[in-house]
């Protein structure tokens, strides 16, 4: 499984990048969503490379059987606009075509992938949230509907990782890039780790402990 971001050019386009700014990643002062989609698709990145749009990851995937975890990038709190709405409703759009094993949809913002499974009810929805938010059951309540849990790992034991899955429900953590941690989050079951170098942490759980 592939996890990625997804946001929205200043008309509206989804493109998968993660930042805020195109600062880092191709050396240009402006903010993502203030960039139309026109100007996106002509910048080279930084080590080379386009931009890509969500249509054309969502082709990739699919054509290599590919499963996806994207998050819709929303503040947790952010008030949702008529944009965000037609944004919203694209990216649950063209992930339609991926089954429903091989994807799903999350955010902070819990509402923004309510309103996804509204318009696409075939679309699998989680919710990611930092677990120092919350009590530990104030999470499986406020998440009742939600398909998948996508908990912050930083403060997460995995003993209270196991327990978010209890009842069947998929629980992704984020983000781990300690060898040690990973082997015990996995050992207690969670169904996928979201890492900053997947190829170190997925040769540490095939050696085991």
């Not at 996804?116 to 989680?126: C, E, H, L, N, T």
């Not at 079951?189 to 170190?200: F, L, S, Y």
């Amino acid at each position: 499984m592939v996890e990625l971001d997804v946001q929205p050019s200043s008309d509206g386009d989804a493109f998968v990048f993660h930042d805020d700014t195109l600062a880092r990643l191709a050396g240009r002062p402006e903010r993502f969503r203030e960039t139309s989609s026109a100007v996106l698709r002509k910048i080279v990145r930084t080590g080379g490379g386009r931009i890509p749009t969500f249509r054309e990851v969502v082709d990739w995937a699919s054509s290599r059987r590919v499963a996806l975890y994207v998050e819709m990038k929303f503040p947790p709190l952010a008030r949702i606009s008529s944009a965000d709405d037609a944004f919203i409703d694209s990216v649950a759009a063209a992930a339609s075509v991926l089954s429903r094993d091989r994807f799903f949809l999350a955010s902070f913002h819990i509402d923004a992938v309510r309103r996804a499974r509204a318009r696409r009810p075939s679309v699998r929805i989680g919710w990611i949230f930092e677990s120092l938010w919350f009590p530990f059951r104030s999470p499986l309540r406020r998440a009742a509907d939600m398909d998948v849990l996508c908990p912050g790992g930083r403060f997460l034991s995995p003993r209270r990782a196991a327990g978010l899955g209890r009842g069947g429900r998929p629980v992704y953590v984020w983000t781990v890039d300690d060898e040690d941690r990973a082997r015990r989050y996995a050992r207690a079951g969670v169904a996928g780790i979201v890492t900053n170098d997947p190829a170190r942490i997925r040769a540490a759980l095939e050696r085991g402990a």
